[in-house]
């Protein structure tokens, strides 16, 4: 299951590229959340309009439509930097070593292909939507305002693309620690222990945390 996890930095060129890539996955993350607030504030729109002047906001479940990819993927590279996304580690949890770096690389391969085809396979969705010579370039929309729906359909292809960009970083990374043996690899989540993770939300909750 997912823990704690810290990401170790240095001066090589696969740590400048992880700190460069993440600058992108925080942004990402950030459009995300205002994806969560926007939505919520649609929500009291909705329901004001509804109860104080019998008129619920146009096209409410349309603009959801539109919202939901960006809170259901724009941060998923994000978590995956930071080791947020749960995992089931009994197993892993016990490696050391070498063994434990191949066994993160050959997790992280077989992710990897999973999300080139989800690339492929959402981008080729997108092509469907979207045409050159239609109205707001759509080929559909939606049901109630007719909203163009090929902007919500790209935000897969380019969140998995950037998804994929993390995992190549992070197989670089595995990779060259099972060829060096070293115990603490950088731009990978390294997963703390319970007394660490126990300090380090002590130092959150008194206000000190970096």
Request: net charge negative.
């Amino acid at each position: 299951m997912a823990g704690a996890a810290s990401v170790l930095t240095d001066e090589s060129i696969l740590s400048h590229l992880d700190r460069r890539l993440y600058q992108l996955e925080r942004m990402f993350a950030l459009l995300s959340g205002l994806a969560v607030f926007s939505l919520m504030i649609l929500a009291v729109v909705s329901v004001g309009g509804r109860n104080f002047f019998n008129q619920p906001l146009p096209g409410y479940v349309d603009w959801i439509q539109q919202i939901m990819p960006l809170i259901a993927f724009m941060g998923v590279s994000y978590a995956q930097r930071d080791g947020g996304h749960i995992r089931m580690d009994i197993v892993v949890g016990l490696l050391k070593g070498r063994g434990l770096w191949l066994v993160e690389f050959i997790i992280t391969l077989i992710a990897l292909l999973l999300m080139l085809l989800m690339v492929w396979g959402s981008w080729a969705h997108f092509q469907r939507s979207f045409d050159w010579t239609a109205p707001f370039w759509s080929r559909d929309s939606t049901i109630d305002i007719s909203l163009p729906i090929w902007p919500a359909k790209i935000l897969a292809p380019i969140a998995f693309a950037v998804l994929s960009l993390r995992l190549m970083l992070q197989l670089w990374a595995y990779g060259r620690a099972f060829t060096s043996g070293v115990e603490n690899p950088v731009a990978v989540p390294l997963i703390e222990d319970v007394a660490t993770q126990a300090a380090r939300e002590a130092m959150h909750v008194a206000g000190h945390d970096d």
